[in-house]
């Protein structure tokens, strides 16, 4: 029996950072205990948002945005406000990137480091080509 993966986090492209952490923290109890973050290359700020639950939450603000979410790779899901992606946590990114292909998902992004320089990532797109995000966490601090 394959391995049974557990959800990480969600991720949604806002028009304001600042205004929809304020939002999250009021409305839903988020608070911000991870560290903000930026991909210049990308002209993206966001940070993660974390609830007692341990649900996490990732905002992105992206300059140029519009509302909606949009299908493609992961950065271009944050030109569109709304949800544009899901991630499900896995000890073996590798095997679980090949067995998800294998099984007939679009290799977005292959496994590789994350901009947090812990994390490993990798990216595939569902037969409705919505992403899917695979993570594998560095266990210990």
């Given at each position: 029996m394959s391995e049974a993966l557990a959800f990480d986090h969600v991720a949604a492209s806002v028009a304001d950072l600042e205004r929809s952490q304020a939002f999250y923290a009021v409305a839903l109890g988020f608070v911000c205990t991870e560290h903000a973050f930026t991909l210049p290359a990308h002209d993206i700020r966001g940070l993660v948002l974390l609830n007692d639950a341990g649900v996490r939450l990732e905002l992105f603000e992206r300059r140029g945005s519009v509302p909606m979410a949009r299908k493609g790779h992961p950065t271009e899901g944050a030109l569109r406000q709304g949800w544009f992606?899901?991630?499900l946590a896995?000890?073996?990114?590798?095997?679980?990137?090949?067995?998800?292909?294998?099984?007939g998902a679009d290799p977005i992004l292959t496994p590789r480091i994350a901009p947090d320089g812990r994390t490993r990532i990798a990216f595939v797109g569902d037969?409705?080509?919505n992403l899917v995000e695979l993570v594998q966490r560095q266990s210990g601090p």
């Amino acid at each position: 029996m394959s391995e049974a993966l557990a959800f990480d986090h969600v991720a949604a492209s806002v028009a304001d950072l600042e205004r929809s952490q304020a939002f999250y923290a009021v409305a839903l109890g988020f608070v911000c205990t991870e560290h903000a973050f930026t991909l210049p290359a990308h002209d993206i700020r966001g940070l993660v948002l974390l609830n007692d639950a341990g649900v996490r939450l990732e905002l992105f603000e992206r300059r140029g945005s519009v509302p909606m979410a949009r299908k493609g790779h992961p950065t271009e899901g944050a030109l569109r406000q709304g949800w544009f992606q899901f991630a499900l946590a896995t000890r073996d990114l590798d095997a679980t990137f090949a067995r998800v292909v294998a099984c007939g998902a679009d290799p977005i992004l292959t496994p590789r480091i994350a901009p947090d320089g812990r994390t490993r990532i990798a990216f595939v797109g569902d037969p409705d080509g919505n992403l899917v995000e695979l993570v594998q966490r560095q266990s210990g601090p």
